[in-house]
């Protein structure tokens, strides 16, 4: 059947000159005819059980590449259903793209079918969002969400796409089809002059410290920090938990806080992961520059310290290429060593010596710390492993206990429930690497239906869930705050929910001692199919590492 050239093919023709190669979806009236359009172009459609998963499945692409990915999502509820993963993304700066389907323009304002006020709602937890307004501007649309997302603080940028635009016939003209350099980012240098102060100021500081924010652990940033830190002598701590300085992939980072006497924020927020720069987290001594792509931060950070002697440099510049611009020029302003490197990497490294040889208190059961020993040491073999954490108390245990070259965890929104979708995401980008995910029993139930996804697309990875039958985050909260005799609903079951991934078509795997665990995730890998390793957990309050403790 022959048909004209529409707004759905030049919204697919430009996803193909980006470069993009798959979407994450799921199906719905308004998107149809780009599903048929992106057909033609060859691109792939990886369907899945619920809006907000396919967003996480692109914010783990964006997150592991640098590069947006691409989720699409049908209108109205389906687009209701993707703001707080949309929110998670935004939070934890990466670079996506969100194309929602939308009502008729001729019927807007005027009750349509599914109709919602889409842009305005993804305005606030989005860089940009808007609705496209014309057939042949589709494709430019598209480019600008493509290089807004990545240009300065990545994040997801969200494009309505009015059903009739997409149906419409449009002219395939060059005119109207954008060119790869539309889709790339912008950048706004660190100025020289800038530059040069800030590594003054650095190496003449007794206890300096570079605090870098989310975007730096993401693939893009591609080992920069290390090499600073290496050039300069200065330490270089990338921050992305919800739990700040209290991060257990940190070790007792906290307790050296308050001794440095000069901190660079390098595109990180001041905020509550920084306890605002307030005592007794950091001295009210320490003096700070900021680095940062938008003018709204730097401004918080002014606020923040009262201006004064403690805020001595603000500059306007993206966070990875400065961080080369600081990197071209560090040799020449590298400190003499004074055992402040190290003290901070020793802070960081340490955990307690009794993990060493820690066991579960109940029969039956596993301590967290016997399971992230025994995923840590199956993904060391691996130089391409990506390791995800996930969940309340479970998610807090594995990211002190785990290190592997590429990992992805909630982020500073503290959402939980990503991580099954995050492993998909993560299958596409690294088809043969070890994927494993930690996560809790409450957790499993955002996304575990996304498993059919994962054996209808052939994308396997392991799921370890640490199934304590209940809320622990929270349990915890309740039995410190209010006492044993006033815990109340967070009670689950202690289901088998290996047995459920069976049933989808998945391995599955039962362990109750730590002896197990090892051969458990060996045979899981070995299988070649999405597997759930179902643990019987020994449920503790999540790590705060000190060592005076």
Sequence with gaps: ???????????????????????????????????????????????????????????????????????????????????????????????????????????????????????????????ASWTVTDAAHLGHDLARAMRTAQTGRPGPVHLSLPADLLEASVDDSPQNLPQPDDCHPGITLLDVQAAEEILAALSRAERPLILAGPSAMHRAADGQHTELARSLGVPVIGMESPRGINDPSLGAVAEILADADLVLLLGKRLDFTLRFAAEPAFNSACRFMHVDPETQILEQTAAALAGGERFLLAEMADPLPATARLLEMAEKFKRPENGWFDDVQAAVSFRPAEWKSIKSSAAGTLHPVEIGKAIHSFLAADDDAVFISDGGEFGQWAQACIAAPHRLINGPSGSIGSSIPFALGARTVHPDAKIVTMLGDG???????????????????????????????????????????????????????????????????????????????????????????????????????RRNS
Aim: with cysteine; proline share 5%.
């Design 443 to 545: 957790t499993f139930g955002f996304h575990g239906m996304e498993f059919d996804t994962a054996v209808r697309h052939r994308l396997p990875f392991i799921a370890v869930i640490g199934n304590d039958a209940c809320w622990n985050a929270e349990k915890q909260i309740q039995l410190r705050d209010y006492g044993a005799d006033r815990q109340i609903a967070c009670e689950l079951q202690p289901t088998r929910y290996d047995e459920l991934v069976r049933v989808m078509g998945g391995h599955c795997e039962h362990v109750t001692s730590a002896e197990e665990m090892e051969p458990a995730l060996e045979r899981s890998f070995a299988s070649g199919l999405p597997a759930c390793i179902n643990v019987s957990l020994d449920g503790q309050p999540a790590p705060v590492i």
């Design 1 to 127: 059947m022959t048909r004209t050239f529409r707004g759905a093919d030049l919204i697919a023709r430009t996803l193909s000159v980006a470069g993009i190669e798959r979407l994450f979806t799921l199906s719905g009236n308004q998107i149809m005819p780009i599903f048929d359009a992106c057909i033609d172009e060859e691109i792939e459609l990886i369907h899945v059980r619920h809006e907000a998963a396919a967003v996480h499945m692109a914010d783990a692409v964006g997150r592991l590449t640098g590069d947006p990915g691409v989720a699409l999502l049908t209108a109205g509820p389906g687009h209701a259903n993707a703001l707080s993963a949309m929110y998670v993304a935004w939070a934890a700066e990466s670079p996506l793209v969100v194309l929602s389907g939308h009502a008729p323009r001729a019927q807007l304002t005027r009750g349509a079918f599914q109709e919602m006020a889409q842009a305005e709602l993804a305005g606030h937890v989005a860089k």
